[in-house]
């Protein structure tokens, strides 16, 4: 059996190497196409590095377009690759970009195709990630659902009365976490390792929502400056689209600032750290799997469980009280033992399903 894997963003790196893993022990030929859409070395190279990726047998260039230049560019060029490889399933991870160029390179030419992380919905359609993932959803043949509320979401759609194969195996991020963390490490990068032994908040802003509108991203930093001065310091590895918009803008962050870092490093920080504010859709769920409480920077969220256990709480920025929720989350005793994502297995499941075992 053969496998053609598309990836293009962090969280996808993350995801897809407890799989290749899966895929190398059960026999599976995997061919990974790196589409580029993170194209600055700390967003990707170091990601394959540190867990051991397979290197990629095709690597496309497509960043730094716009969305639907970058989606065209994508789905384009992978075309020719799938008709070369002739795959038995393309394999596509999230929500991203290139996630939605995968899934039209392969229904054109009708080949099957495989969601993982299926059935999330944030219900915010001015989120591009919303139509990435509703889209994926309709064209894909096997719906690799994280949990039971996905399945739901699938289901009010229609999903259940039409030819699609719905699998709710958990969450492949928890199997990365699990295989990962005993090797979480600092880097020099980071800065002073003793910085890390107070109590501090890691940090990490780069949606689009939040970064190009710039009268909501100057509320956000005064916000994340206000936190930093009066109630815990924040560190934050400054993704390379926020430090573009803050320049553009003239704004100044004036927080603990680091280069993007890569995942050992995050699962060190994660380890160290007492709070974590972001607007990433991953790192709520890694926040929660390293037992750390999460504000996150956004209206709405696709991992409602979360929220609707009090271990993550959502900020709408200029409209909510970030102050409060920090010192909310800090003053709470969380219960983390919730098993909604899975016993650490995802990607097995995914490999056995696909070999019909």
């Known amino acids: 059996m053969k496998v053609v894997t598309v990836i293009g963003a962090r969280p996808q790196f993350i995801k897809s190497a407890p799989v290749s893993k899966a895929f190398l022990d059960s026999g599976i030929q995997e061919i990974t196409v790196h589409t580029g859409q993170h194209y600055d070395d700390n967003m990707s190279a170091v990601f394959f590095e540190e867990m051991g990726l397979p290197k990629p047998s095709y690597r496309l260039t497509s960043g730094g377009l716009s969305r639907a230049e970058m989606i065209e560019k994508i789905q384009s060029e992978l075309v020719p690759i799938?008709?070369?490889?002739?795959?038995?399933?393309?394999?596509?991870?999230?929500?991203?970009n290139s996630t939605l160029a995968g899934a039209r390179a392969a229904k054109s030419l009708d080949m099957s195709l495989v969601h993982v992380e299926a059935g999330l919905r944030s219900f915010n359609l001015?989120?591009?990630?919303?139509?990435?993932?509703?889209?994926?959803?309709?064209?894909?043949?096997?719906?690799?659902?994280?949990?039971?509320?996905?399945?739901?979401?699938?289901?009010?759609?229609?999903?259940?009365?039409?030819?699609?194969?719905?699998?709710?195996?958990?969450?492949?991020?928890?199997?990365?976490?699990?295989?990962?963390?005993?090797?979480?490490?600092?880097?020099?990068?980071?800065?002073?390792?003793?910085?890390?032994?107070?109590?501090?908040?890691?940090?990490?802003?780069?949606?689009?929502?939040?970064?190009?509108?710039?009268?909501?991203?100057?509320?956000?930093?005064e916000e994340l400056n206000a936190i930093h001065e009066n109630e815990i310091p924040l560190w934050m590895p400054l993704h390379p689209s926020t430090a573009k918009r803050l320049k553009e803008f003239k704004i100044d962050l004036n927080i603990h600032l680091g280069p993007p870092v890569g995942y050992l490093q995050m699962l060190w920080l994660l380890q160290k750290c007492k709070?974590?504010?972001?607007?990433?859709?991953?790192?709520?769920?890694?926040?929660?799997?390293?037992?750390?409480?999460?504000?996150?920077?956004?209206?709405?969220?696709?991992?409602?469980?979360?929220?609707?256990?009090?271990?993550?709480?959502?900020?709408?920025?200029?409209?909510?009280?970030?102050?409060?929720?920090?010192?909310?989350?800090?003053?709470?005793?969380?219960?983390?033992?919730?098993?909604?994502?899975?016993?650490?297995?995802?990607?097995?499941?995914?490999?056995?399903?696909?070999?019909?075992?």
């Open 82 to 96: 799938l008709q070369k490889e002739a795959p038995d399933y393309v394999l596509v991870y999230g929500d991203t």
């Open 126 to 221: 001015e989120m591009p990630e919303e139509h990435n993932r509703i889209e994926t959803d309709q064209l894909s043949d096997i719906l690799f659902t994280p949990t039971e509320e996905a399945v739901r979401n699938l289901q009010k759609e229609g999903f259940d009365t039409k030819n699609y194969q719905i699998h709710t195996i958990g969450d492949v991020m928890y199997d990365a976490l699990l295989t990962f963390q005993a090797r979480a490490l600092w880097h020099e990068s980071l800065g002073r390792e003793s910085f890390f032994d107070r109590d501090f908040g890691l940090a990490t802003v780069h949606r689009f929502e939040n970064v190009s509108d710039p009268n909501k991203l100057r509320v956000l930093v």
């Open 275 to 357: 709070i974590v504010l972001t607007d990433s859709g991953g790192l709520q769920k890694e926040a929660y799997f390293s037992k750390k409480s999460c504000v996150t920077l956004r209206d709405q969220t696709e991992w409602v469980e979360l929220v609707d256990r009090g271990v993550n709480k959502l900020h709408h920025i200029g409209r909510s009280n970030l102050v409060h929720l920090i010192q909310e989350l800090l003053n709470a005793t969380h219960d983390f033992s919730w098993k909604g994502y899975g016993e650490g297995n995802a990607a097995e499941k995914i490999s056995a399903t696909l070999l019909g075992r």
